[in-house]
C-alpha cells in the first residue's frame, strides 16, 4: 500500500448529532412560530379595526398579512435545509440569519406599506 492510496481514502466528516439538530429545530422554530403568531394578530386585529371603521382589508392588505404569516414558515424551512447536513454552530447562524430577515422583511412590509393602504 502506497502513501498515495491511503490519501484517497475517504474521511468522514463530523456530523452534527440529531438529538442536537432537533434540539436547535425546535428552539428557534418557536421564535419563527412565535413571528407567525404576531403576524395572525396583526391580520386578526386590522380586519377587527376594518370593521369597526366600517370598511373592509383591500386586497393588498390581504396580500400582505397573509403573506406575513407565510414569511417566517418559508425562512424556517430554508434555513433549515440549507443547514440540514452542516455543523450546530453554522445551523444555529442560519436560524438567527434567518430571524433577522424575517424581522427586516417585515418591517420594511410596514414601513411601505402602512396601515392605511391596508383598508379599502
Not at 463530523?14 to 418557536?30: H, K, M, Q, S, Y
Amino acid at each position: 500500500m502506497s502513501g498515495d492510496e491511503a490519501a484517497v481514502e475517504p474521511t468522514h466528516a463530523r456530523r452534527t448529532p440529531f438529538w442536537l439538530e432537533l434540539t436547535l429545530a425546535i428552539v428557534f422554530g418557536l421564535f419563527f412560530a412565535y413571528d407567525a403568531w404576531e403576524a395572525v394578530g396583526n391580520l386578526v386585529g386590522m380586519a377587527g379595526v376594518a370593521a369597526a371603521l366600517g370598511t373592509m382589508l383591500s386586497t393588498t392588505g390581504w396580500i400582505v398579512l397573509i403573506g406575513a404569516i407565510l414569511l417566517p414558515v418559508a425562512i424556517f424551512a430554508i434555513a433549515f435545509l440549507i443547514g440540514r447536513r452542516r455543523g450546530a454552530v453554522v445551523q444555529a447562524a442560519l436560524y438567527l440569519a434567518g430571524l433577522a430577515v424575517s424581522a427586516a422583511l417585515y418591517l420594511d412590509i410596514l414601513l411601505m406599506f402602512g396601515p392605511g393602504a391596508l383598508l379599502a
